[in-house]
DNA sequence: AACTTTACGTGCGTAATCGTACATCTGACT
DNA sequence: AGTCAGATGTACGATTACGCACGTAAAGTT
């Protein structure tokens, strides 16, 4: 019911912290499997958990009564679920899925909000990752209409690259295509032209980055805003540490 | 320097603060006038204070070196700007300026960093807002990958009528297609599709909201999550007052 | 091995929006 | 009243993506 190896912490929030207010958290959490599809936000119900995610990848979408979906947040061992109550909000109209499986450390919500309260090291943390988090968001909204299809699909490939130990992931069409906001034959499309230019190997339900640097010129400035920001704030800040 | 009288407050987050909060919040407050095209916040520039806007619209947009630009926020007197100083937060990538003149009352930073430390109501109700704001982003990436013009265009004057007092505003074309993220001629051409469905009436330079429930018919989905929202954790939250 | 499900590939007419160019208009200023 | 900059109106080919329909292919199921 709690975590006490220091070694084995993935989540690059959690290994931010000083040594006592790690403690007094890890404390508090236990590890737990996600599998792909599983919900760890359900829209408008009240939320339970903070995830810090270990490995793997979790999306938040967006949706409407009339079917539209549309991923607007990106989670990895970079981060957390569950931000809304950091600000005081118990449920969210976003939905938040497992992406990609993996592991993650998980608080419960009574814990997170005594917390917040107690460790103003972490409070400050966690709000500096709400703040990059909404970047990411901003980011999106700019992709979505400024950047084509083959842009953002490789600005996408890249968030995920940077979330995954491997160079090979698996992802679908399908999933794709929601999580851009288009439908699914323009993804498979778009994922020709990457693989044409040499960036990816696609094989079926996975793909695989072969050149990384390609990608990033072909998503030119649709990705690396909040990317940096995350590095300034967060990775290359030693007051935090 | 500081507002005294209390009934000359129209920001709606102000408003909602107990009497002893708000006393000593608007002590740290004085009143300013907001011009077009005043900015607020310079991106990547550090933030000097925070504006509870009084009238007026300010409009937060992110951009790129490749001259990209899109707006990603819109701020009136159901909010306030500079809400990464609460996250522990210098400066920020986006910029904030003014879209349609009016006032604020403005605070500077380290009144704000105080405040926030001193009163956890007042700290609470900036969290809770904060949430909001991420959900307006949220809308507007969803807006911009599944939404047609027309019905981007219905959404923001909404959201821009929601926060100014009449049904007529300044603004023209040119801006519109920046906070839209398209080309101008094509601002001016949906524009004239909702003036021919009755809903505006446009003039050089302003618009009019003529048949509001037909734009919001229009806008459909695109509109409304983040706004029912807003009322649901500020406007009808009690616990806050 | 037959069957089912899930994922991928492809084509094509249509709609939306871009990109660009240019004409016109309005209000402010001199 | 004349001038001028900013704002708006219009046109049109090019591009991007949609919307659908249908075919294929790979993995799991019995």
């Not at 990848?57 to 607007?72: F, N």
């Not at 083959?150 to 996408?156: C, F, G, M, Q, Y």
């Not at 498979?188 to 230019?197: R, S, Y």
């Amino acid at each position: 019911m709690a975590i006490s190896s220091q070694h084995t912490i993935r989540n690059n929030l959690l290994s931010r912290l000083r040594a006592d207010d790690r403690a007094a958290i890890l404390a508090a959490l236990d590890r737990v499997e996600l599998k792909r599809k599983d919900v760890l936000a359900q829209p408008n119900e009240p939320l339970t958990h903070v995830h810090f995610l270990e490995t793997g990848v979790a999306s938040v979408v967006v949706g409407t009564r009339d079917r539209r979906r549309i991923e607007v947040g990106i989670i990895g061992s970079e981060g957390a679920t569950g931000l809304p109550l950091l600000f005081d909000v118990d449920s969210t109209p976003h939905e938040t899925f497992i992406q990609i499986e993996g592991e993650a450390l998980r608080m419960s919500k009574d814990a997170f909000i005594g917390l917040i309260e107690q460790r103003p090291a972490f409070r400050r943390l966690m709000m500096r990752y709400a703040h990059i988090f909404q970047l990411f968001t901003a980011q999106t909204a700019l992709s979505h209409g400024s950047y084509t299809l083959e842009e953002r699909l490789a600005r996408w490939l890249l968030m995920c690259h940077d979330r995954v130990e491997k160079d090979e992931f698996p992802i679908t069409h399908e999933f794709l295509s929601v999580m851009l906001g288009v439908h699914r034959p323009g993804v498979t499309t778009t994922i020709h032209i990457l693989e044409g230019a040499g960036t990816i190997r696609a094989r079926r339900s996975h793909i695989e980055i072969v050149d990384r640097p390609k990608l990033e010129l072909i998503a030119g400035d649709s990705y690396g805003i909040p990317e940096a920001e995350y590095r300034r704030l967060i990775t290359d800040d030693v007051a935090l540490g």
